[in-house]
T-cell receptor, first 111, second 116 residues
Framework: DQQVKQNSPSLSVQEGRISILNCDYT??????FLWYKKYPAEGPTFLIS?????DKNEDGRFTVFLNKSAKHLSLHIVPSQPGDSAVYFC??????????FGEGTQLTVNP | EAGVTQFPSHSVIEKGQTVTLRCDPI?????LYWYRRVMGKEIKFLLH????????ESGMPNNRFLAERTGGTYSTLKVQPAELEDSGVYFC??????????????FGNGTRLTVT
């Protein structure tokens, strides 16, 4: 019973264009959502987060959108850069409980 | 500050053998988590320590897995006896507080365990 799903295993975009990574969840108790980025042979690193009381959070080139009614969130990267190529994990938590992660999406940004 | 450190980075063992993974969290981080990623799947929760106490061990797969955090500093995760399905990357993570808006989770680079 996977509660956080990232249905696209991979995404390829051109440098300078927008990257949109998607995440769906099933647990309506989730109230905090995070995105992590992972390079090969390294651990995931925190990227950006959003509370369920908001529908958008922006940090530089990264914006996370939350649609609670659809139980869907997305990460937008604009403009995409080759250094953004990594695996992106969506994670969720209910009331500060442990993070539940998705399977990840491999983003490749082509020069 | 030093990040989360895990040792070894790789381990190859035969089925039936024992392996012990070690994690040194960031100094001052009371919360320590173990996660596992198998075959490119999701990063799955194993357990959570607050200082030396097990706060939540609901993700531990079975009693072949034993985690300890004596003294509330570093932690070990022992697999005994190892089975083929235990292969994967084991991540340790720590945080100062389990309040994600204030204190995100910091991960180590993981231990890649291969059971043959």
């Amino acid at each position: 019973d996977q509660q956080v799903k990232q249905n696209s295993p991979s995404l390829s975009v051109q440098e300078g264009r927008i990257s949109i990574l998607n995440c769906d969840y099933t647990n309506s108790m989730f109230d905090y959502f995070l995105w992590y980025k992972k390079y090969p042979a390294e651990g995931p690193t925190f990227l950006i987060s959003i509370s369920s009381i908001k529908d958008k959070n922006e940090d530089g080139r990264f914006t996370v959108f939350l649609n609670k009614s659809a139980k869907h969130l997305s990460l937008h990267i604009v403009p995409s850069q080759p250094g953004d190529s990594a695996v992106y994990f969506c994670a969720a938590s209910a009331s500060g409980s442990r993070l539940t992660f998705g399977e990840g999406t491999q983003l490749t940004v082509n020069p | 500050e030093a990040g989360v450190t895990q040792f070894p980075s790789h381990s190859v063992i035969e089925k039936g053998q024992t392996v012990t993974l070690r994690c040194d969290p960031i100094s001052g981080h009371d919360n320590l988590y173990w996660y596992r990623r198998v075959m490119g799947k999701e990063i799955k929760f194993l357990l959570h320590f607050v200082k030396e106490s097990k706060q939540d061990e609901s993700g531990m797969p079975n009693n072949r897995f034993l985690a300890e955090r004596t003294g509330g500093t570093y932690s070990t995760l022992k697999v005994q006896p190892a089975e083929l399905e235990d292969s994967g990357v084991y991540f340790c993570a720590s945080s100062k507080q389990a309040i994600w808006g204030i204190s995100p989770l910091h991960f180590g680079n993981g231990t890649r365990l291969t059971v043959t």
